[in-house]
């Protein structure tokens, strides 16, 4: 793939886009005024566009792109007595706009779900085959951002079809997609080199833990999220790399029989998702499962897949109404390893 650097006014840049929407839908980072938690808060979730302005480019989203590939509820299938028909999806092309921290969460969506076993999940792929992505540059970091100690701040070596920066008045693009190459040229001021924006820095850190003791999964230290997590799971809704889902069937009839069947996003935080047949119910504590998820996030994806689940996005910090911080927790958990072999050291020693 050949990389091409162009520059567009506002206006040049914006015909780019409706030229674009004609193909694809656009999927992008959008402002919601008044819509936030709070009254009189706005908050950044997805959309589609059809234009520049409807884009938010400033601030971080407050909500991942995921709900395009793994939508909050989705209908698979219906189903009659004898018969199941595959629900249609929309056949066109989407063209998603996300940051580095999202571009490396795709990496990471792809494989759970398509090479975590011997088949792809085929209602994931029939979606994901349909869908582009331009990477959005960071010109400054966030509040609660801590993708350069996660290893996500860049996302060059990914695929995409175009980065875009918006500096002084000017949209700057790389371009990796040639067929978009025509559409480009037409309406750009000049080409020149460019490299997407990334941040080299973040305010908040993380010292992630090498080796992980059993001694961490009995913690005492996960009694605070017991006390002060209250399992609302908004945490997991809006972290781009949870993949969990419960599925649903929905009945027409009052026999069962005909119906449809949904996947739905489930979080580990919340009541019922440990329930298993005969009454059974694991990790009733908070603290358990906050244990659960955070050793998923920074341990056990990558003991099965070699990197880190988390990106350090920061929206389950930015998002929990408790304020609990998941960046904390990280660095919680290296401090009591290191208290552990500390003591292991003293014992020896005596
Ligand atoms: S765990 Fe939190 S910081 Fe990490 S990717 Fe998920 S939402 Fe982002
Ligand atoms: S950590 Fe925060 S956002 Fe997540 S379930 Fe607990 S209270 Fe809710």
Not at 108 to 128: C, M, S, T, V, W
Request: aromatic fraction near 12%.
């Amino acid at each position: 793939m050949g990389k091409r650097g162009f520059i567009f006014s506002p206006g040049g840049f914006n015909s780019v886009i409706e030229e674009l929407s004609k193909k694809y839908l656009i999927y992008a980072p959008v402002l919601k005024v008044g819509e936030g938690r709070f009254t009189d808060t706005d908050v950044v979730r997805y959309d589609f566009v059809n234009e520049v302005a409807d884009i938010e480019l400033e601030k971080k989203s407050d909500y991942s792109f995921k709900e395009i590939l793994t939508p909050l509820s989705q209908t698979l299938f219906f189903f009659t007595e004898n018969d199941v028909k595959e629900a249609n999806i929309d056949e066109r092309e989407t063209l998603v706009f996300l940051r580095s921290c999202d571009l490396n969460a795709l990496k990471r969506l792809d494989q759970i779900y398509l090479k975590n076993g011997r088949e792809e999940d085929y209602f994931y792929a029939r979606i994901r085959d349909k869908v582009k992505f331009v990477l959005m540059g960071c010109e400054h970091s966030y509040e609660d951002c801590f993708c350069v100690d996660m290893g996500t701040n860049r996302a060059d070596d990914l695929d995409f079809s175009f980065s875009v920066d918006y500096i002084d008045n000017k949209f700057k693009c790389l371009l990796k997609d040639e067929n978009l190459s025509l559409v480009f040229a037409n309406n750009a001021l000049k080409e020149e080199e460019v490299i997407p924006g990334f941040v080299t820095e973040n305010d908040t850190k993380v010292k992630l833990p090498k080796d992980v003791p059993l001694s961490i999964f009995t913690s005492d230290m996960w009694d605070e999220y017991t006390a002060r997590c209250i399992g609302c799971g908004r945490c997991n809704y809006v972290c781009p790399t949870c993949t969990c889902y419960t599925m649903q069937d929905v009945y027409y009839t009052d026999n069962g029989k005909v119906g449809e069947r949904r996947r739905v996003n489930a979080s580990c935080m919340v009541d019922g998702y440990t329930n298993v047949a005969g009454g059974g119910e694991y990790r009733k504590k908070h603290g358990d499962r906050m244990r659960f998820k955070t050793m998923h996030k920074i341990y056990d994806f990558r003991k099965r897949f070699g990197y880190n689940m988390c990106v350090g996005c920061g929206r389950c910090d930015t998002v929990c109404p408790e304020y609990i911080s998941f960046s904390n927790i990280i660095n919680k958990v290296t401090a009591e390893i290191a208290k552990t072999d500390e003591l292991k050291e003293v014992q020896s020693e005596n």
